[in-house]
Each structure stands twice: as structure tokens, then as C-alpha cells.
Nanobody
């Protein structure tokens, strides 16, 4: 199983970026897919998740209303649309896939497969 995260870059505050997580060897629609982010020196932080069968979505308080996670079954990808970006959104963003349950949704340990990360930098 391999996950490939892409779409990061440099954007001004208030701008938008769309991240994509593509999978090989795994059908993403059968598992929970999440996005985490990490700033150097800090722990990885949960950003958003999409559940398999229900497609229910979950967000951290810091991104709710600005970010949208979605899945494209035909392409086997999960995207993260990020709008109204802020400098504090600057981080390396990782996608991951696993069989988490609601109580472990925001825990790194719930996800067996991770992408390599894509850098998002928001300038003020």
C-alpha cells in the first residue's frame, strides 16, 4: 500500500490550496482517510477525516468551516480543499488510511498507512 500526498505550495494568507491523497494497493473508500499536519518541534495534529461507508466528515476546531475533505471513488483519491488560509496553517500535511473507530479517529496510532507529506506555507 502506498499513499501519495500532493498539492502543497506557497500561498498568501486568505488564499486557497487543494491537497490530494492518491492510493495504490488500497481502496480508500473502504477505510477512514485522514489528514494530519505537523510543524517542526510539535506533535502531529489531526486536521480532517472522512469515514468509509457513511462518508461522514470530521474536522479540528481550527479548520472547521475553512477546510473540506472529500473523496473521489473513481480516482481513489481523498482531497482536502483549504480556503481562507492563515499563516498558522503552515505545516507539512500528511494523509493516512486506516480502520479507525470514532473514539480513535484523531489518533495517529489508528492509521497504518501514511503518505510522505506535502509542505503548505502560508505567508502573511
Amino acid at each position: 500500500v502506498q499513499l501519495q500526498a500532493s498539492g502543497g505550495g506557497l500561498v498568501q494568507a486568505g488564499g486557497s490550496l487543494r491537497l490530494s491523497c492518491a492510493a495504490s494497493g488500497r481502496t480508500l473508500s473502504r477505510y477512514t482517510t485522514v489528514w494530519f499536519r505537523q510543524v517542526p518541534g510539535r506533535e502531529r495534529e489531526f486536521v480532517a477525516a472522512i469515514r468509509p461507508s457513511s462518508s461522514n466528515t470530521y474536522y479540528s476546531d481550527s479548520v472547521r468551516g475553512r477546510f473540506t475533505i472529500s473523496r473521489d471513488g473513481a480516482k481513489n483519491t481523498v482531497d482536502l480543499q483549504m480556503n481562507s488560509l492563515k499563516p498558522e496553517d503552515t505545516a507539512v500535511y500528511y494523509c493516512a488510511s486506516g480502520s479507525s473507530i470514532l473514539t480513535t479517529l484523531r489518533q495517529e496510532s489508528a492509521y497504518a498507512y501514511w503518505g510522505q507529506g506535502t509542505q503548505v506555507t502560508v505567508s502573511s
